[in-house]
C-alpha cells in the first residue's frame, strides 16, 4: 500500500466521485486528557482496529490524504470532551456548532455525503464523549451510515439504543470526572502553597510541582538585576541591555504548532518534533520580573491572593523586593490623551461570555479589535479585523428589514387590527376597561404584598420583576388599544414599513461607506452588539426595537401592532436620522 502523501486537489475529486463508497476508514484518536491510558495509544488503536477488520472482511479505502489520512487510517491528538460552545441559528430552524477535531469533521462530512460506507473505532468513547458529537454519530448510523466498533456490537434494538446511550453517558461521565479529579488536586496543591504553573525565569521547571529548584546559570543574574534597580540609577531599557551581556536568556520554549503539523501523524517524529528556543528578553520581560512575587517566595493561591511557597525557595528579600516595587512607581509616568484616537467602533463590541469590550488597534495598515477576556472565557474568538465586524453588521442591518412576504403580512394584520380595534372601540369598552382594572388591581396587590411574597417563598425577585414587567407591558398595549383609532393603527403600520424600506437604503451605502460612516451607521442602529465565536448577537436602539422583534409579542402578532403605537416617536425620530444619512451619502456621492 502506498503512503505517499497526496494533495487534496487530486484526491477530493476521486474521494466525491464514489471510488470509496464501498469501504471503510478506520478513526483512532489519542486524548490529551490522559496520555498514559494504553488504550489511547494510537499504535494500540491501529492494531486491533485493523485486526477487526481484517477479521470482519471490512475493505478499508486505500486513502492517503495530506493532513487527513494514511491508507485508510485517520489518527488524532484531540480532547473528546472539548467542545466548542458557541451557536449558530440559521434559517429553515437549523442550528451550527463548531466541531473543534478537524479530522473527525471531515471524516463525518465525508460520510454523511456517502463517500464511504462506514467507519471503524475502538470504542464509543474513542469516537466522542460529549453530547455535540454523539448527535451527529447516531444521526449517520440512523442514515445507514455502517459505524463499527471494535469492542462493543450495539444491537439495532431499544436494548441496543440503550446500550450505546449507557456507553455515551459514561464516556462523558468519565471526562468529567477526569477534569474534576485534576481541578481538585490543583485547587488542593494551591491552598498548600504548591506551585501549580510553570515557574519564572531564575528557576527550573522539571516537571514537579512541588519542586522548583533555582537556575543555576540564570538565578545569580536576575538578582543582580533586582539589586542594581533598587539603586534606582537604572532604566529598565539600560537594565535589559546589562542582562543580555551577561548572557541572560529566556527559558526554552517551543514555538506554537503548524496547521500542518498538528494533523501530522504521530509517527512522523520528524515533523512532530520541535525544538526549544530560547530567546533574548525584552524591557518588558525584565519589567515583568521585577514585579513578580515568585521571587521573594510567593505563589498565587485560590483566591488570586499571593501565599507563602512550599515549592521553591526565595531569590530576593522582601526588603530588597519591596525597594524595586517603590523604584518602579517612582519612575511610572501615566499617559493620558488630550485627544482620543478616533478609531471606529471603539467600545462597541464586547465578549458574549464575558463582557470584556474589543479594543481597536492598527497593525499594518489593518484595524483589528482584540479583547482580553477572563481567564474562565471559553470564546475562541479573541481578536477580529475591521472587515470581519462590518460584513456581520451588514448581515444583522438586511435581516431588520422585513421581506415581501412580511410586508404583506404587515399590512394585511394592520387592516385586520384596525377592524379589530374599531370594534372594540363599540362593542368592548367594558371588557377592555374590566382587564385594564384587573391588570392594575394585580400590580397594586404585587407592591403591597412584595415583601410577604418574598418571605414566604411564593415568588422570587426575579420572579416578582417578571411578573411586574410582563403586566405592565399588557397594560400599556390594552391602554394603547383602548385609546388609538383605526387609522393610527395603520398609519403605525405604514412607518414600521417605512424604516424598513430606509433600512434597505441604509444597507445599500452601508456597502461601500467609509469606516466613520460604518460607525456612525452601527450606532444609530444598534445600542448593543456582542460576539460569541462566529454569532453576532445585538440589540437595537428604540426606534429599531420594532423591526427587531416584529410579530413577536407576549400577546401574539396582532398585540405587536398595538405595541407598535408606544414606539412611534421613536420610530418617527429614526426615521427622520436615516433620511438624513441616505440624503446626506446621495448628496456626497453627486
Not at 445507514?144 to 456490537?153: K, L, M, P, Q
Not at 497593525?363 to 474562565?376: L, N, P, Q, T, V
Not at 412611534?568 to 444619512?581: G, K, P
Request: with cysteine; charged share 25%; glycine share 6%.
Amino acid at each position: 500500500m502506498s503512503t505517499t502523501p497526496v494533495t487534496a486537489e487530486k484526491i477530493v475529486p476521486e474521494v466525491e466521485s464514489g471510488t470509496y463508497r464501498d469501504s471503510y476508514l478506520i478513526y483512532n484518536r489519542k486524548s490529551t486528557d490522559e496520555p498514559d491510558n494504553q488504550k489511547n495509544s494510537i499504535k494500540y488503536q491501529k492494531a486491533q482496529n485493523a485486526l477487526f477488520a481484517y477479521r470482519e472482511h471490512l475493505p478499508v479505502a486505500h486513502l492517503t490524504l495530506e493532513g487527513f489520512s494514511s491508507d485508510g487510517i485517520v489518527s488524532e491528538r484531540h480532547s473528546g470532551f472539548k467542545e466548542d460552545m458557541a451557536l449558530q441559528f440559521g434559517e429553515g430552524n437549523t442550528v451550527q456548532f463548531r466541531i473543534e477535531r478537524p479530522k473527525f469533521h471531515r471524516l463525518v462530512q465525508w460520510l454523511g455525503n456517502g463517500y464511504f460506507k462506514g467507519a471503524i473505532f475502538l470504542c464509543w468513547d474513542r469516537a466522542s464523549r460529549n453530547q455535540g458529537d454523539d448527535t451527529i454519530l447516531r444521526k449517520l448510523m440512523k442514515r445507514g451510515v455502517d459505524i463499527r466498533f471494535v469492542t462493543t456490537t450495539y444491537e439495532k434494538t431499544s436494548s441496543g439504543e440503550l446500550h450505546m446511550d449507557i456507553d455515551g453517558m459514561f464516556a462523558q461521565h468519565y471526562s468529567r470526572v477526569t477534569s474534576e479529579k485534576i481541578a481538585m488536586t490543583l485547587r488542593a496543591k494551591r491552598d498548600q502553597g504548591v506551585c501549580t504553573y510553570r515557574a519564572p525565569v531564575g528557576y527550573l521547571n522539571q516537571g514537579q510541582m512541588e519542586h522548583k529548584p533555582l537556575d543555576p546559570e540564570r538565578a545569580p543574574i536576575v538578582k543582580k538585576l533586582f539589586e542594581l534597580y533598587a539603586t534606582g540609577g537604572w532604566s529598565l531599557i539600560a537594565l535589559t541591555r546589562w542582562a543580555i551581556d551577561q548572557g541572560l536568556t529566556m527559558p526554552p520554549t517551543r514555538r506554537r504548532r503548524t496547521q500542518e503539523e498538528i494533523l501530522a501523524e504521530e509517527e512522523d517524529d520528524a515533523r512532530l518534533a520541535i525544538e526549544p528556543v530560547s530567546r533574548l528578553p525584552a524591557y518588558t520581560a525584565i519589567d515583568k520580573m521585577l514585579r513578580n512575587r515568585f521571587y521573594m517566595g510567593e505563589v498565587r493561591g485560590n483566591s488570586g491572593t499571593w501565599v507563602r511557597s512550599m515549592s521553591h525557595e526565595a531569590l530576593v528579600s522582601e526588603e530588597l523586593f519591596n525597594r524595586v516595587q517603590r523604584e518602579l512607581r517612582r519612575k511610572n509616568k501615566s499617559v493620558h490623551y488630550a485627544n482620543v484616537l478616533a478609531y471606529p467602533l471603539r467600545a462597541m463590541v464586547r465578549c458574549g461570555l464575558c463582557g470584556r469590550v474589543y479594543t481597536p488597534y492598527p497593525k499594518k495598515g489593518i484595524m483589528y479589535y482584540g479583547a482580553r477576556c477572563s481567564a474562565e472565557c471559553v470564546n475562541p474568538k479573541r481578536s477580529f479585523n475591521f472587515d470581519f465586524i462590518t460584513g456581520k453588521i451588514g448581515t444583522r442591518i438586511a435581516a431588520l428589514s422585513f421581506t415581501e412576504e412580511e410586508l404583506h403580512e404587515l399590512e394585511a394584520e394592520a387592516g385586520t387590527e384596525s377592524a379589530l380595534v374599531e370594534s372594540k372601540r363599540l362593542g368592548e369598552r367594558e371588557a377592555t376597561e374590566r382587564k385594564i382594572k384587573r391588570i392594575r388591581e394585580d400590580l397594586a396587590y404585587l407592591s403591597a404584598n412584595r415583601l410577604t411574597l418574598l418571605k414566604t417563598g411564593a415568588y422570587t425577585p426575579e420572579m416578582i420583576v417578571a411578573e411586574e414587567a410582563r403586566l405592565g407591558l399588557e397594560l400599556s398595549s390594552l391602554e394603547n388599544l383602548e385609546g388609538a383609532s383605526g387609522v393610527e393603527i395603520q398609519e403605525t403600520a405604514r412607518d414600521a414599513a417605512k424604516l424598513s424600506e430606509l433600512l434597505g437604503d441604509v444597507y445599500f451605502y452601508y456597502q461601500n461607506a467609509s469606516p466613520q460612516e460604518k460607525e456612525a451607521i452601527t450606532r444609530e442602529i444598534f445600542s448593543e452588539l456582542t460576539l460569541q465565536g462566529e454569532t453576532l448577537d445585538y440589540k437595537c436602539t428604540r426606534g429599531f426595537q420594532p423591526l427587531a422583534s416584529r410579530f413577536v409579542s407576549q400577546g401574539g402578532p396582532r398585540a405587536w401592532l398595538s405595541e407598535l403605537l408606544i414606539q412611534r416617536s421613536y420610530m418617527a425620530a429614526s426615521i427622520e436620522r436615516l433620511a438624513f444619512l441616505v440624503a446626506t451619502k446621495e448628496t456626497n456621492n453627486s
